[in-house]
């Protein structure tokens, strides 16, 4: 059985929703050919779908978002809004950027790993208290514990604190565990403690505590962990620029020696692997129903970096029977065109980069999993900052909506169980105003296809690798069906041909593309008829199409 499709099997995406479903290993072999030859003028082609297969399921957490740390409109009630309205069923908190392991849930308080420079920024609505209400808005969180310091900023993170803070979000205030006292002396108490605080009401004066009682007596209920932000970028591997704060070896002076950890085992992954052990002993202590997840790294690209050179192997070795998951960062479109080189390569972004990059950490995991991990337990895989690069400059906008109409679907098609886009606010997905960008309908377009968790993905190739095709057996008996043109120059005349074709003949078809762009629009909806085994439709470039056919 290959490793996706042991992924599907999991106990996790059981859990995550109604039944665990194995992939046909083509869909992962449709990863790996993707070749074409372009001929300018109309495309004609034929897709094919089978609706007597089983594929996939879309769990509640499969569309995702990640908001930067600094956003202070992630939980804004209209951010909140237009990403329920495009499907997103679960938001990362504290967020991304490295202050997410500087982070104290307790205090709300940010430690500063360079006494002497001013700490990070993170948005004071970003506090997990105060975003509460956009969790539940949303539907659930997957949560960062503090890996990189302690609560008095002088050391790496405490497992400790990071199980209160699951005792906060998911324990009963009647509960009598024990949690305890950190490396450092610090009392973290009960769990009936920290869910007190949860479901009090604020007391005057303010005892210090008054952001953590927000009224909430019904326990959140979250599900997915994951034990710090990219540890692997805390400058083990000669980073020197940016990266991840990790205070494991204390306090640096100053901002230029924040990353000078070079070859530093206190840094590495094996202590990380270890570290993971702890944590997942001590939060299970509170609460053992979670699913922890500790993070990886996509394998060098072409051998021709160190970063990330044996931080999978190192961490599984340490780790692998207590992880649940994999958390691995994604950003796509990193390749240029010359002759300034500032500008994306959209073909390359489109036709090849998820695949190939998606491809190339299955396989490095697979043959890991097979020698570090337990017989039989393949840890399933979370993509958890996933996007677009934002430093080259993208010709066409509307590719933005063709890769996120693509890429979500092709994803968890070959099981990935959450992918979350990042960052909220930006060039691709909403703008600081909260206007629609691209992005966001091509998101959107998959929410069309593939609304509510338990719709079923099923079977769909193309003939010609610049049309795209995904399908889903939906719960209300119907079939979605989303097809994108990766080329901006053709249009495209898609048959499309459904094996076990039990449906209606007239539904509705969503389009968004080039035209929509210009206008300032979003997805218009039509009616379409003439339906059934074998019908035709029109696809521009740079087009996406979605049809929803209800049952017969």
Not at 473 to 483: E, P
């Amino acid at each position: 059985m290959t490793l996706i499709a042991r992924l599907s099997r999991s106990p996790l995406a059981a859990k995550l929703c109604c039944q665990p479903l194995s992939l046909s290993p083509s869909l992962l072999l449709g990863l790996l050919v993707l070749s074409a030859t372009h001929a300018y003028g109309q495309i004609k082609t034929r897709v094919t779908i089978d609706a007597t297969a089983k594929g996939n399921i879309l769990f509640s957490s499969s569309l995702g978002v990640a908001p930067d740390i600094s956003d202070g409109k992630a939980s804004d009630p209209a951010t909140i809004s237009l990403l329920r309205d495009a499907g997103i069923g679960i938001i990362r908190y504290p967020g991304n950027g490295g202050a997410a392991d500087l982070y104290h849930f307790s205090t709300g308080a940010i430690s500063n790993p360079f006494p002497s420079d001013k700490p990070p920024y993170m948005a004071p609505e970003n506090n997990f208290p105060a975003a509460a209400a956009a969790i539940e808005g949303i539907g659930t969180a997957m949560v960062t514990v503090n890996y990189g310091s302690n609560l008095d900023g002088s050391g790496g993170g405490e497992p400790a604190e990071a199980a209160a803070w699951v005792a906060y979000t998911n324990g009963s205030p009647d509960s009598s565990v024990v949690i305890g006292k950190d490396s450092k002396g610090n009392d973290w108490k009960t769990v009936g403690y920290w869910a007190g605080l949860r479901a009090a009401s604020p007391v005057s004066p303010d005892d210090g505590f008054n952001a953590l009682r927000i009224g909430h007596a019904r326990p959140f209920g979250i599900q997915l962990w994951t034990v710090g932000f990219e540890p692997w970028n805390n400058g083990f591997y000669g980073q020197d620029s940016s990266g991840e704060f990790d205070l494991h070896g204390g306090t640096v002076p100053s901002k230029k020696d924040l990353y000078k950890h070079s070859g530093d085992s206190r840094y590495g992954p094996t202590t990380y692997g270890n570290a993971v052990v702890a944590y997942v002993k001590t939060m299970k202590a509170v609460d053992p129903s979670i699913f922890i997840g500790a993070s990886l790294v996509p394998p060098p690209p072409d051998g021709n970096t160190k970063v990330g050179k044996n931080w999978n192997g190192e961490v599984l070795k340490a780790a692998c029977a207590s992880m649940d998951f994999g958390a691995v960062s994604l950003s796509e479109g990193g390749r240029t065109l010359p002759p300034e080189y500032k500008k994306m390569d959209e073909e390359d972004l489109l036709m090849y980069s998820v695949g190939r990059d998606y491809s190339n950490l299955a396989k490095d995991l697979g043959d890991k999993y097979k020698k570090f991990c337990p017989p039989g337990h393949a840890p399933q895989l979370a993509i958890v900052n996933f996007g677009i690069a934002t430093w080259p400059k993208i010709e066409h906008p509307a590719a933005e909506a063709v890769f996120a109409a693509d890429a979500f679907p092709m994803l968890i098609e070959t099981g990935a169980y959450s992918v979350q886009w990042a960052p909220i606010h930006g060039p691709v997905l909403l703008d600081d105003s909260n206007k629609q960008k691209p992005g966001y309908y091509g998101v959107q377009m998959v929410h069309i296809m593939a609304p509510v968790p338990g719709d079923m993905f099923l079977p769909a190739q193309s003939q010609f690798p610049a049309i795209g095709v995904h399908a889903v057996k939906r719960r209300d008996g119907g079939l979605g069906i989303l097809v994108v043109n990766k080329d901006w120059r053709q249009n495209a005349t898609v048959a499309i041909s459904i094996s076990g074709f039990n449906f209606a003949s007239k539904g509705t078809r969503y389009d968004y593309g080039p035209a929509a762009v210009d206008a300032g629009k979003g997805i218009t909806e039509s009616p379409i008829e003439n339906l059934g085994s074998t019908f035709t439709i029109q696809v521009p470039g740079y087009g996406v199409v979605a049809l929803v056919i209800p049952k017969a």
